[in-house]
């Protein structure tokens, strides 16, 4: 499981693909997103926008990413 660090109180999803490296652009990021590819916190996510905090786990085709503080 990969750990991506808070630089604030949030990151917002398509960033945190970026960050993460598991998407190359904002484009990419958008598209997964749509597609129901992504699962946060257990639950498909299809908001680009939506705010991950601390706790928060991403699942990407068997990748996971941690937020934490």
């Known amino acids: 499981m990969q750990v991506l660090h808070l ?3 949030y990151i917002k ?3 945190a693909l970026k960050a993460a490296g ?3 652009s904002g484009v990419e990021a ?3 997103i749509q597609d129901g ?3 946060v916190n257990n639950e498909i996510s299809r908001q680009r926008g939506k705010k991950l905090y ?3 786990i991403i699942d990407f ?3 996971q ?3 934490e503080k």
Request: no cysteine; aromatic share 0%; glycine share 12%.
């Open 30 to 32: 958008k598209a997964v």
């Open 13 to 15: 999803l398509g960033q």
């Open 65 to 67: 990413i941690k937020i």
């Open 61 to 63: 085709h068997g990748e």
């Open 22 to 24: 598991l998407v190359t």
């Open 7 to 9: 630089k604030d109180e």
């Open 54 to 56: 601390a706790g928060d």
């Open 37 to 39: 590819q992504i699962i």
